[in-house]
């Protein structure tokens, strides 16, 4: 795949799907957060948030009402996430791989160079192009589509392994489930998820609030979707945040597809 064939992805349809997080005014990334104000009322209605357009920050433009453009998200560390090494280094990846809300494909390389045979999605075309040049540099094949998450069109009995490095906990109460199934249909049975989101152990946060996963909900959404949940480990990640060493918490999931629902 050549970058030019990565911008003639279907932008009409991609480039202007914004994903909603869990608190209001905010950027949501891969295992990081950047906040433009606090939440003044955390238990509003899903319905009445706002909702980013991760293209147009991919593109350098504001991603929402009040947030200004920046050069860099700053979940781009050019280097795969410590819970993907984890992941590979455990042996939990296996088989055909997806990796869903792969942002600059810095994952998805690192998996390639390990040998594994891996398909990168993300609802940001602008994304792609760079996560495509990447993979060229580094050397490796990875397989690039701009796709929702929620819905995974065109993609049935597929993979055999999804990972989710921080994306999971960008979507609604209705997209988390949409995204159970969607994951679970193109899937193989037996198939493996593996998800890093944020737990609902942050303390508040006027700084960084951060979306709220808890144990019950991604127990109850992919139990819901057929997936067993096999491992549900709470982990405590220090990243530097605006020159601040800051204190994250995580859930590092692993659940498998059951062979029969």
Same mark, same amino acid.
């Given at each position: ?119 990168? $999605? !993300?609802?940001?075309? &602008? ?6 040049? /990447? +993979?060229?540099?580094?050397?490796? %094949? ?98 530097? $945040? !605006?020159?601040?060493? &800051? ?6 999931? /692993? +659940?498998?597809?059951?062979?029969? %629902?």
């Amino acid at each position: 795949m050549t970058a030019d064939s990565v911008r003639s992805l279907d932008i009409r349809q991609h480039k202007r799907f914004e994903r909603r997080c869990g608190v209001p005014n905010q950027l949501v990334g891969q295992g990081s957060i950047l906040a433009n104000v606090t939440d003044p009322n955390p238990s509003a209605n899903e319905s009445d948030r706002p909702r980013m357009d991760f293209d147009a920050l991919y593109r350098g433009e504001s991603p929402g009402p009040g947030i200004p453009p920046m050069t860099t998200p700053p979940w781009d560390t050019k280097a795969p996430k410590e819970n993907v090494i984890a992941w590979q280094t455990g042996g939990w990846v296996h088989g055909e791989v997806l990796d869903i809300g792969c942002g600059f494909g810095d994952n998805a390389i690192y998996l390639a160079q390990h040998g594994h045979r891996v398909t990168a $999605m !993300d609802i940001s075309p &602008t994304a792609l192009i760079t996560a495509e040049r /990447r +993979a060229a540099d580094a050397g490796v %094949d990875v397989r690039f589509a701009a796709a929702d998450a929620t819905t995974l069109d065109g993609y049935t009995d597929r993979f055999d392994t999804v990972i989710d490095s921080g994306m999971f906990h960008c979507l609604d109460d209705d997209g988390k489930r949409s995204y159970a199934a969607a994951v679970h249909r193109a899937t193989r049975p037996g198939a493996t998820l593996l998800i890093s989101c944020f737990s609902d152990a942050n303390p508040p946060n006027e700084q960084w609030p951060r979306p709220a996963v808890s144990e019950q909900t991604l127990r109850d959404v992919l139990g819901g979707a057929a997936w067993d949940v096999e491992s549900l480990e709470p982990v405590t990640v220090r990243r530097e $945040m !605006d020159g601040t060493e &800051t204190e994250m918490s995580f859930w590092y999931v /692993r +659940a498998q597809r059951r062979t029969s %629902d």
